[in-house]
């Protein structure tokens, strides 16, 4: 069965300092792997995915992933922090079309 | 592109008592779900639309929860009698059809019910 495994429940970081969200996964073949932002009342929004093309993934608002499957990873990445970042970050393993969610992992901001 | 609408946003009522969810998808989704995510959790899917037919409805607790498609557009999702436990935001996501984008969800805000 596939799962997926936020190793932080919350991270908290300066702003303009780097952010590092890390998601290890299991899976019985190549998945495809995602990453959620979900902000306080709002719905969850895709920051990028992962299908098996380039291993490192480029998303919105500056975020990144790298897939490393030695390691079973898909840690999410961005150089530099803003205020807006501040939100719940999802780590995401599809499992035919279905999406299997990890725990969530918060991220706080600090000015 | 208008995106995933659901309604209410918000609700509050006792146990045991009924509740309805609406969800209208993106126009021209064809693949519609339905998650329930628990306060500090990560959401987990209830039920799965094909169109107006269900796909998996295997975590869907039948004996209180139901949900129809019955057009193959917009959803309710129902329960009765609800449950303290039932206290969640009960999230809507649909699919495009077609195209590169199929392993793609698209969410809506999410309906909050607080069962007292």
């Known amino acids: 069965a596939q799962s997926v495994t936020q190793l932080d429940s919350h991270v908290s970081v300066s702003e303009g300092t780097p952010v590092l969200l890390r998601c290890n996964y299991s899976s019985s073949y190549s998945p495809s792997l995602f990453w959620y932002v979900q902000h306080p009342n709002k719905g969850l929004q895709l920051l990028l995915k992962?299908?098996?093309?380039?291993?490192l993934v480029k998303g919105i608002n500056g975020f990144e992933a790298e897939f490393k499957k030695s390691e079973t990873s898909f840690h999410l990445t961005k150089p530099s922090a803003h205020m807006s970042d501040a939100a719940e970050y999802f780590c995401?393993?599809?499992?035919?079309?279905?999406?299997?969610f990890g725990q969530g992992t918060e991220l706080s901001v600090k000015p | 592109e208008a995106g995933v609408a659901q309604s209410p946003r918000y609700k509050i009522i006792e146990k045991r008592q009924s509740v309805a969810f609406w969800c209208n998808p993106i126009s021209g989704h064809a693949t519609l779900y339905w998650y329930q995510q628990i306060l500090g959790q990560g959401p987990k899917l209830l039920i799965q639309f094909q169109n107006n037919g269900v796909v998996d409805d295997s975590q869907l607790p039948k004996d209180r929860f139901s949900a129809e498609r019955l057009k193959g557009v917009d959803s309710t999702l129902k329960i009765q009698p609800a449950k303290l436990e039932d206290s969640a935001v009960y999230l809507c996501a649909s699919v495009p059809k077609g195209g590169q984008d199929t392993d793609t969800q698209y969410f809506g805000p999410g309906t909050r019910l607080t069962v007292l």
């Open positions: 992962y299908t098996s093309a380039a291993t």
């Open positions: 995401v393993v599809s499992d035919w079309g279905k999406l299997i």
